[in-house]
């Protein structure tokens, strides 16, 4: 057994709601400084593929400064740490401090590594006097041999909080471009592994990169709210506001789950559990979306 932890601790914290969560490279002052003013669901500090090599020591250093400029704001904090495990360890030593909400792990590939860098975090977590368990973790998913273990990987220890296809890498590693047809199916397997898990989905099927088609964004974003995803990963400030806004119900929709929800209460109290609303059947699953909704509005 590779890890220690106690899986039936899988209740530790709240699963999030992550519409839009904006990586912001951790070495750069200036953009870290002006973060919480994107109104992002939450701030990535990235440690890994927007820092270059050289910088990446430095990055470490300043990063608890970065964490409480980004928390001091109301907004989750996110770490994405490198995958190598000589720069896992140092990202770790560094980013497992108060005030992160969740980890950023790249390339997940396996359970098992999920346990080693969740044993570590709790040993961190533990010398430091952090809350145990409050860090938790969200996973890339960008290679194809992931696609194969995502049921174990979602399920892999109670920090897990969301998973992600990382769109670039995981083309890239199957010899193929960022498009749609390519996109679809490990998008899918995603959403259907996350779903089952109790996890957070997010993304979209398309390239992170075209950040200024904000009109293709809005679409596929709007797409992935129908699908069933719950919020995506932003590169640029300026997919922020469409990221928020294809992920929040509309006002036609909650006025739509209101109906629903109102009139399946009326239906109950008479002993019915379908019933029908503009020619449309409403039987349990269909109040549980109205419900969902609801929740998303933030009950209205």
Known sequence: MIGSTDLSTRSVASIPRWRSLLFVPSHIPRFVEKAHERDADGVILDLEDSVPQDQKHGARRQLVECVKTVAGKGTSVLVRVNRGLRHLA?????????????????KVDSAEWILEVANAVAELEGERDL???????????????????????ASAHPRMAAMAL????????????????????????VLYAARAAGLVPLG???????????????????????????????????????????????????????????????????????????????????VRRAQEILALAGGS
């Open 90 to 106: 140092a990202d770790l030593d560094a980013a497992v401090v108060a005030g992160v909400d969740a980890l950023v792990l790249p």
């Open 131 to 153: 809350a145990p368990g409050r860090i938790r973790f969200l996973a890339q998913i960008e290679t194809p041999g992931a696609l194969q273990k995502l049921a174990t990987i």
């Open 166 to 189: 990382g769109p670039e890498d995981f083309s890239a590693a199957v010899g193929g471009t960022p498009e749609f047809d390519l996109l679809l199916a490990p998008n899918l397997a």
């Open 204 to 286: 979209y099927i398309g390239s992170i990169g075209d950040f200024t088609e904000t009109n293709n964004l809005r679409e596929a974003a709007m797409h992935a709210r129908r699908l069933g995803f719950a919020g995506a990963l932003a590169i640029h400030p300026a997919q922020v506001a469409i990221l928020n806004e294809a992920f929040s119900p509309t006002r036609e929709d909650i006025e739509w789950a209101r109906r629903v929800v109102t009139a399946s209460q009326d239906a109950s109290g008479h002993g019915a559990s379908a019933l029908a609303i503009d020619g449309k059947m409403i039987d349990p699953p269909v």
